[in-house]
């Protein structure tokens, strides 16, 4: 029996020495110590043990139990303690280590210079509209005075998807647009991609940017469109800037004029940025022509209207003194990275 009993505690100390998870200590505590366990057996044989040596036996028993209580709970707690350990490294954090610094773009210089226009714009109470780039020759032309044969047409050149769809060749279509679904009083700007058929150099694109303007109400008179045009210039090129208009001709609009705004580098005097000429040409306009108030459905007996339509990109190209074109579309990062 005492041999027995020092057997069960070394394969035990083995047993427990070879234990790699919780799960199996506890094993081996059923194995033991259970109903059915080995040192419980040991206990029920007690019987067939001589009378005599039967407390001295008792107390050796006692004493193994106790001792593999104690060595399986010591265990257990080694095992939960290394867990925790475990756990810890795997979900340490150093909060003190420098973050992950992600790059945040930053607006394309034709995008900036959009929405402070915009902005200017909305602060004058104008509302942004949207217009389709691939258009119906209709809007594009027709219902802007400009019917087939017009010699107005040829510098408007575009891009055909078949003989009555194209790609817009200047956002003055969103003024139909609007025209069709808004009663005066109207005030709005569109700007927006258009199309020309024109090669590529230094200051012309086949795709390029305008911002369109319209306003329609009772008694719109050209001073609303010069007072309009030169709050706009004076918040957008600094208070000093003063305007020009200089008489033309669009279908749309008469009379017409192409404006000029005193060159804001050199206040006129003359320098590189506006070719020693003291003027800048940023626009054209003019009141709305009655046919295109009435092709409308707008009666131009009771209302009037002024138009305007501005390249983007030539006042980009000037505010930031870029001489070419193409590096606005050519999206290299060092150039653009300029404008953050
Ligand atoms: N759409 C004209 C162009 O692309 C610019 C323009 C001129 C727009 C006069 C207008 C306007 O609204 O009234 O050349």
Redesign the pocket.
């Known amino acids: 029996m005492k041999e027995k009993l020092q057997a069960m505690r070394d394969a035990l100390e083995r047993e427990l020495d070879a234990v790699r998870a919780s799960e199996d200590v506890e094993a081996l505590r059923v194995k033991y110590l259970g109903k059915k366990g080995e040192l419980t057996g040991l206990l029920r044989s007690m019987g067939s043990v001589p009378a005599e040596e039967r407390p001295a036996m008792g107390k050796l028993v006692n004493e193994l139990r106790e001792h593999i209580e104690g060595v399986i709970g010591a265990k257990k707690e080694l095992m939960r303690a290394a867990g925790m350990q475990l756990k810890l490294e795997k979900e340490r954090l150093d909060v003190t280590a420098p973050a992950v610094v992600r790059p945040i773009g930053g607006r394309h210089p034709i995008a900036a210079v959009t929405k402070e226009l915009e902005d200017i714009f909305i602060g004058m109470g104008f509302d942004i509209v949207d217009g389709p780039e691939v258009e119906y020759d209709y809007y594009n032309f027709e219902a ?1 005075n400009t019917p087939p044969g017009h010699p107005a047409r040829d ?2 050149d575009t891009f055909y998807v078949n003989d009555k769809v194209l790609l817009r ?4 279509t969103v ?1 139909i647009r609007t025209m069709e679904k808004t009663k005066p009083p109207i005030r709005v700007v569109s700007p927006g991609r ?1 199309y020309r058929s024109d090669a590529v150099d230094a200051t012309h694109s086949p795709m390029f940017h ?1 911002m ?3 306003v329609v109400d009772k008694g719109i008179t050209m001073g609303d469109l010069k007072g309009t045009l030169e709050l706009f210039a004076k918040t957008l090129f600094g208070e000093e800037t003063k305007l020009r208009f200089r008489p ?1 001709h ?1 279908p ?2 008469e009379p ?3 404006v000029d705004v005193s060159c804001f580098v050199c206040g006129g005097k003359g320098c590189s940025v506006c070719k020693k000429e003291g003027w800048i040409e940023i ?6 022509h009655p046919n295109v108030l009435r092709g409308c459905g707008i009666d131009p007996e009771v209302y009037s209207g ?6 983007i990109e030539r006042i980009v190209m000037k505010k930031y003194g870029i001489s070419d074109m193409r590096l606005l579309y050519e999206n290299d990062i060092r150039f653009l990275r300029q404008f953050g």
């Open positions: 802007l510098a408007q060749s200047q956002t003055s003024q258009v305008q369109e303007g319209l033309h669009f749309f609009t017409s004029a192409e626009l054209g306009a003019g009141m709305v002024f138009a305007f339509g501005l390249g």
